[in-house]
């Protein structure tokens, strides 16, 4: 409702923007002036829902959250009223009561806060009267105002959809392998049947030939050579065959009678000729067969020795690592123990302070417990003070006592002044229970059972 009748009434004035118009002038600047609207009560403070915020740059609580409200009475003059602040409302140099309305003149000087050591007021403010005309752009916005302006609704985000989405163009980590570099690719090898059946494939026709074969002539130790060594060796059985083959159909053409048959003559000359190839090849297969059969004892040999070696080198390696794993043992043995030992220092020095500590604290009790029972005892049941209350000659005493004193005589027990007066003392009751605590179980125990024995007389 406030809000609304603000916001009238300041329409109101801006459509005669000539009339006269209070407000708080701020000493020494021309802006942040508090305009001062009829019919309404402005609240001034550092919280949220004032009329206007002040925030004091150099000391933030010097304004309270609700310091002060300014109020137009029935006959029209303004009133201001500290609302319990920490630092006051000053006007024309003296702090006003608090919660009670002070009347305000023009002219007046009104001050919030105190002012810092060093610097003057920083919320010092003149109440004047001027044309609105002349005023409005030194005046202040309002608090709730600015946060009415402040508050825009905020968009939602619009989600893309799948179409909008661009595409990855970047390829799937299966194709993310750098496949330019193909230089390390190998054909696979053939198995040593399929490799028999490439060599012992024959061709066809009346001039057919083993396929030769490239040997490695520097006794390469590959496992693949020593596994086809057995496949040589059956297609030397193969070109035995073939050898033969060929020798029956030399022996059956020219054990025919002699003709004039170029065609056969010919046939005859080229059998003969693949006999005598066949026949190096055979040859040349045989010797393989034993450079293979020698190469295979070398490299079983070889193997044999490597694998000593081998062996040797890892039995070397090992025993530098352990050398090194039992020096390094050593090492973190010495850094224990001398971690074990300034740490034996640090317990003897932690010891010895607990034990000055614990010292320390039983003379502090010793202390307490002197003090309790010289100063805080009650003189006519010699405990500490339950329920303790002053007379008006200002001696102490059990209210449970003093009242059955009193029975008897009414007078002081100690200076014997009559008793006119008795008052409970709460600080000398909160003074004595907080110093039980730091006593012995025995002594609370036994106050409890004193105190539960006198409730239970006075009920």
């Known amino acids: 409702m406030e809000a609304v009748t603000t916001d009238s009434s300041a329409a109101e004035e801006d459509e005669c923007s000539d009339s006269e118009v209070l407000c708080l002038m701020r000493v020494g600047r021309n802006s942040d002036w508090l305009r001062l609207f009829d019919n309404t009560e402005i609240t001034i403070g550092r919280g949220v829902d004032v009329t206007y915020q002040l925030l004091s ?100 985000k619009r989600k893309l959809n799948a179409e909008e989405v661009e595409p990855s163009t970047s390829k799937p980590k299966l194709y993310r392998c750098s496949s330019a570099d193909k230089s390390f690719a190998q054909p696979c090898p053939l198995s040593p049947v399929k490799h028999q059946q490439r060599l012992s494939q024959p061709e066809t026709g009346p001039s057919r030939q083993v396929q030769e074969v490239d040997w490695p002539s520097d006794g390469c130790s590959t496992p693949c050579d020593l596994d086809n060594l057995q496949m040589y060796s059956q297609n030397i059985l193969m070109l035995r065959e073939q050898v033969d083959d060929t020798e029956r159909q030399v022996a059956s053409l020219g054990g025919e009678p002699q003709r004039t048959d170029p065609l056969k003559e010919e046939q005859v000359k080229e059998l003969q000729g693949q006999l005598e190839t066949l026949r190096a090849k055979m040859h040349r297969m045989e010797t393989l067969e034993r450079s293979f059969s020698e190469t295979k004892r070398q490299l079983e040999a070889q193997k044999t020795q490597q694998q000593e070696e081998l062996l040797k080198k890892q039995l070397e390696e090992a025993l530098q690592e352990q050398k090194k794993v039992i020096g390094e043992l050593a090492l973190s043995r010495q850094g224990f123990e001398e971690i ?82 008795q008052t409970r003392c709460l600080a000398l009751d909160n003074c004595i229970n907080s110093m039980v605590e730091n006593l012995s179980l025995d002594m609370k125990a036994r106050r409890q059972t004193l105190i539960t024995e006198r409730k239970g007389e006075s009920s």
């Open 57 to 156: 740059p150099t000391c933030p609580l010097m304004i309270s959250r609700l310091h002060c409200t300014f109020k137009q009475r029935e006959d029209g003059h303004w009133t201001v009223t500290d609302k319990k602040s920490l630092n006051g409302v000053w006007v024309n140099g003296n702090r006003i009561p608090v919660e009670e309305a002070h009347q305000l003149r023009l002219g007046d000087s009104i001050q919030l806060g105190v002012p810092v050591i060093g610097n003057k007021v920083e919320f010092d403010y003149i109440l004047v009267q001027r044309p609105l005309r002349d005023i409005r752009l030194n005046l202040a916005k309002g608090h709730r105002e600015g946060a009415k302006a402040a508050h825009v609704p905020k968009k939602p």
């Open 340 to 421: 074990l030992l300034a740490k034996n220092k640090e317990l003897e020095v932690t010891k010895k302070e607990k034990e000055k500590a614990r010292a320390q604290k039983e003379e502090v009790v010793t202390q307490v417990t002197e003090v309790l029972e010289n100063e805080l005892q009650c003189i006519i049941c010699s405990e500490l003070f339950i329920e303790a209350v002053i007379l008006n000659c200002a001696h102490s005493f059990c209210c449970h006592c003093i009242k059955q004193w009193r029975k008897k005589k009414d007078e002081c027990p100690i200076c014997r002044q009559a008793i006119q007066s």
